[in-house]
């Protein structure tokens, strides 16, 4: 009697898909590292992945820059059957009974207070909270019951990081609950590129190594496994500010609205490889009917961006702490997505709260200059790409213009940028951009960090096929000549 064939459960994600799982179709390698399921050796660059990859600064639609490397949607399984063939098994996600039920405000506040106890019960020693000032750490702080194990930590993203609002609003907080608090300078962080390209590969831009350099002080600073109260996803499900979460999708350029983040990409026009671009017509067919719920557009909206926030979990772990996420719990989240749309509109139900509480510091104010990138940029200057080798990528002639701009020769349109942005200049920084008289820095920047993943996995896919050949020629063997 034949043997009925058996399935094995390799990995489950959860419902925001907030700790990613990538697999590969052709080898059936399956983990949490992107890096782990390439063939190096045999990589081929897929062209529509690329293309997203290009266009938003991280993957999406379950593909990735690697022909064959997918990622695991949210709410899924996934199965190796007995031949070894992978199968993903997408799970209901029953959001409508949830959105049924309606919570006033104080239960929100107390399910929320609940499910940090329960982390923090859980915890030993420290409990750290990075602190921005903002409404979902504040939030975190206010809810653990015993702020004598608060350790929590701030770094200002302005040029002079002591004098941010977000160093002085965290200040404040820590004085009003008596929590420990401490100010974390964020040092020459680019020299974290290599560590970031081994935890998150091709998957993600470059853009969270000022996290590698908080983390790694806070880790020092710390009890080996101390608990972070991470704030990841607060702010969508507290309340969006997005117009277009309350109105109505009418097509596909409304999906793409859903992806696309600050900037924090290239330039997809330089791409070489034909493609057809974002997929997000076919996305938008066969999810039409749930984008018409605003909650649900919340929900995807958050499903696309995970990928590009997750380090906000995955980055903390890597240097000996443990995380929870207390706002991804299912039932705080739709719980608050229960509250009418005029309480959640800013997030007013979480003002009038902080306020409720002396929490709200609106009179607390420091340079508001986001300047995070600038100063690094000067202090450890970054080493040119390849042009030559990221021409199966994109146009040589875009490379050298990112290597010329993110270098000292760029220094000028830093120093434009911050004149344009001082009353009496602003019309006309304007202007001129508007000619091409002045390529921005920052813009610059954010394609560097997009191609420099790239750059990687081709360094690495000609050292894996390098070292193919060096072993099929026997050690013995002499070394091809240089014909170049």
């Given at each position: 009697?034949?043997?009925?064939?058996?399935?094995?459960?390799?990995?489950?994600?959860?419902?925001?898909?907030?700790?990613?799982?990538?697999?590969?179709?052709?080898?059936?390698?399956?983990?949490?590292?992107?890096?782990?399921?390439i063939d190096f050796a045999d990589v081929e660059l897929d062209a529509?992945?690329?293309?997203?990859?290009?266009?938003?600064?991280?993957?999406?639609?379950?593909?990735?820059?690697?022909?064959?490397?997918?990622?695991?949607?949210?709410?899924?399984?996934?199965?190796?059957?007995?031949?070894?063939?992978?199968?993903?098994?997408?799970?209901?996600?029953?959001?409508?009974?949830?959105?049924?039920?309606?919570?006033?405000?104080?239960?929100?506040?107390?399910?929320?207070?609940?499910?940090?106890?329960?982390?923090?019960?859980?915890?030993e020693g420290d409990v750290v909270i990075p602190t921005s000032g903002?409404?979902?750490?504040?939030?975190?702080?206010?809810?653990?019951?015993?702020?004598?194990?608060?350790?929590?930590?701030?770094?200002?993203?302005?040029?002079?990081?002591?004098?941010?609002?977000?160093?002085?609003?965290?200040?404040?907080?820590?004085?009003?609950?008596?929590?420990?608090?401490?100010?974390?300078?964020?040092?020459?962080?680019?020299?974290?590129?290599?560590?970031?390209?081994?935890?998150?590969?091709?998957?993600?831009?470059?853009?969270?190594?000022?996290?590698?350099?908080?983390?790694?002080?806070?880790?020092?600073?710390?009890?080996?496994?101390?608990?972070?109260?991470?704030?990841?996803?607060?702010?969508?499900?507290?309340?969006?500010?997005?117009?277009?979460?309350?109105?109505?999708?009418?097509?596909?350029?409304?999906?793409?609205?859903?992806?696309?983040?600050?900037?924090?990409?290239?330039?997809?026009?330089?791409?070489?490889?034909?493609?057809?671009?974002?997929?997000?017509?076919?996305?938008?067919?066969?999810?039409?009917?749930?984008?018409?719920?605003?909650?649900?557009?919340?929900?995807?909206?958050?499903?696309?961006?995970?990928?590009?926030?997750?380090?906000?979990?995955?980055?903390?772990?890597?240097?000996?702490?443990?995380?929870?996420?207390?706002?991804?719990?299912?039932?705080?989240?739709?719980?608050?997505?229960?509250?009418?749309?005029?309480?959640?509109?800013?997030?007013?139900?979480?003002?009038?709260?902080?306020?409720?509480?002396?929490?709200?510091?609106?009179?607390?104010?420091?340079?508001?200059?986001?300047?995070?990138?600038?100063?690094?940029?000067?202090?450890?200057?970054?080493?040119?790409?390849?042009?030559?080798?990221?021409?199966?990528?994109?146009?040589?002639?875009?490379?050298?213009?990112?290597?010329?701009?993110?270098?000292?020769?760029?220094?000028?349109?830093?120093?434009?940028?911050?004149?344009?942005?001082?009353?009496?200049?602003?019309?006309?920084?304007?202007?001129?951009?508007?000619?091409?008289?002045?390529?921005?820095?920052?813009?610059?920047?954010?394609?560097?960090?997009?191609?420099?993943?790239?750059?990687?996995?081709?360094?690495?896919?000609?050292?894996?096929?390098?070292?193919?050949?060096?072993?099929?020629?026997?050690?013995?063997?002499?070394?091809?000549?240089?014909?170049?």
């Amino acid at each position: 009697m034949e043997k009925p064939s058996l399935s094995e459960l390799l990995f489950e994600t959860d419902w925001v898909g907030s700790r990613p799982v990538y697999y590969n179709e052709a080898t059936g390698a399956a983990s949490h590292d992107v890096n782990d399921v390439i063939d190096f050796a045999d990589v081929e660059l897929d062209a529509e992945g690329l293309a997203s990859y290009l266009a938003i600064g991280y993957s999406v639609f379950q593909r990735t820059p690697v022909r064959g490397v997918r990622i695991m949607p949210p709410s899924a399984r996934l199965w190796r059957e007995a031949g070894g063939r992978l199968r993903v098994e997408e799970l209901p996600l029953d959001l409508d009974s949830r959105l049924t039920a309606r919570y006033g405000e104080d239960e929100i506040v107390e399910m929320l207070r609940a499910r940090v106890e329960t982390a923090v019960a859980a915890a030993e020693g420290d409990v750290v909270i990075p602190t921005s000032g903002g409404y979902d750490s504040r939030l975190l702080n206010l809810m653990v019951a015993e702020p004598s194990r608060v350790r929590s930590y701030t770094f200002g993203p302005t040029a002079r990081q002591w004098d941010s609002t977000e160093v002085a609003r965290a200040r404040a907080l820590s004085e009003l609950l008596g929590t420990k608090w401490q100010r974390v300078h964020l040092g020459p962080f680019h020299r974290h590129l290599d560590e970031w390209d081994e935890a998150f590969g091709v998957a993600v831009h470059a853009h969270g190594m000022y996290q590698m350099e908080f983390y790694r002080q806070v880790g020092a600073r710390s009890q080996a496994g101390a608990l972070v109260l991470s704030g990841l996803c607060g702010d969508g499900f507290a309340g969006s500010v997005d117009p277009l979460l309350e109105g109505p999708m009418d097509g596909p350029r409304d999906v793409e609205r859903l992806i696309f983040t600050n900037g924090m990409h290239a330039d997809p026009g330089a791409a070489v490889l034909p493609s057809r671009g974002l997929p997000a017509e076919e996305y938008f067919e066969t999810h039409r009917e749930l984008l018409q719920s605003p909650q649900s557009r919340l929900v995807e909206e958050v499903r696309f961006r995970v990928l590009l926030t997750h380090y906000l979990l995955k980055v903390p772990e890597l240097y000996g702490l443990r995380v929870d996420a207390p706002f991804i719990d299912i039932d705080v989240a739709s719980a608050m997505m229960t509250l009418p749309a005029e309480r959640r509109h800013k997030r007013r139900w979480v003002t009038e709260y902080l306020a409720s509480r002396g929490a709200l510091f609106a009179d607390v104010r420091g340079d508001d200059r986001y300047w995070l990138y600038w100063p690094v940029m000067r202090g450890q200057p970054l080493a040119p790409l390849d042009a030559g080798l990221l021409a199966e990528v994109v146009k040589p002639d875009y490379v050298r213009w990112i290597n010329r701009t993110v270098s000292w020769r760029g220094l000028w349109c830093e120093g434009y940028e911050r004149l344009g942005r001082r009353p009496g200049f602003r019309r006309a920084a304007a202007c001129l951009r508007g000619r091409g008289l002045c390529q921005r820095r920052l813009e610059a920047y954010h394609a560097y960090m997009t191609l420099r993943p790239l750059q990687r996995l081709l360094q690495k896919r000609d050292a894996a096929r390098a070292g193919e050949a060096e072993t099929r020629r026997g050690p013995g063997a002499a070394a091809a000549p240089d014909l170049r």
